[in-house]
């Protein structure tokens, strides 16, 4: 019994000092998708700091980029080449803006939520946007609780 006690304890003490495992979420770089064409799906991904994105290219044509504005103060800007996966990991909180360059104009856009969205998200929200993008934007906020 004694013994037994002895070693939860242990494991109770082993898993409270091991180190946090860092998430990793998928997002697919879409011509034609659930939502319509021209898609990140999914379009909004929650992650906590220190976790990582991985956008992958399913279809040619595609990258993602993070838009000037909309990224929190003290975050590094992104950028992916046209057709190659990119792996991002966020450190710094806040809701970062993203799009695929060839087809911003198509609405082609999509939001990461790195922890509190707080942290930046009325600031993000006024940033300027044209013609589809703009209206996506707007849906994804709607959306967005935080």
Request: hydrophobic residues 50%; charged residues 15%; glycine residues 14%.
């Amino acid at each position: 019994m004694f013994k037994a006690s002895l070693l939860a304890a242990a494991v109770v003490v082993v898993a409270a000092v091991a180190p946090a495992q860092a998430g990793e979420v998928e997002v697919k770089m879409l011509t034609r998708g659930e939502a319509g064409t021209m898609v990140f799906e999914p379009a909004v991904v929650h992650v906590q700091p220190g976790d990582t994105v991985r956008f992958v290219p399913v279809d040619p044509g595609h990258n993602a980029e993070s838009l000037k504005g909309m990224i929190p103060e003290g975050a590094e800007p992104f950028k992916g080449g046209i057709g190659k996966e990119l792996a991002v990991t966020f450190a710094v909180e806040g809701v970062y803006g993203y799009n695929c360059m060839p087809h911003y104009g198509m609405g082609m856009v999509g939001l990461v939520v790195v922890g509190d969205a707080a942290a930046n998200a009325e600031a993000v929200k006024v940033v300027q946007q044209r013609g589809r993008a703009a209206e996506r934007f707007a849906a994804l906020f709607a959306g967005l609780q935080g």
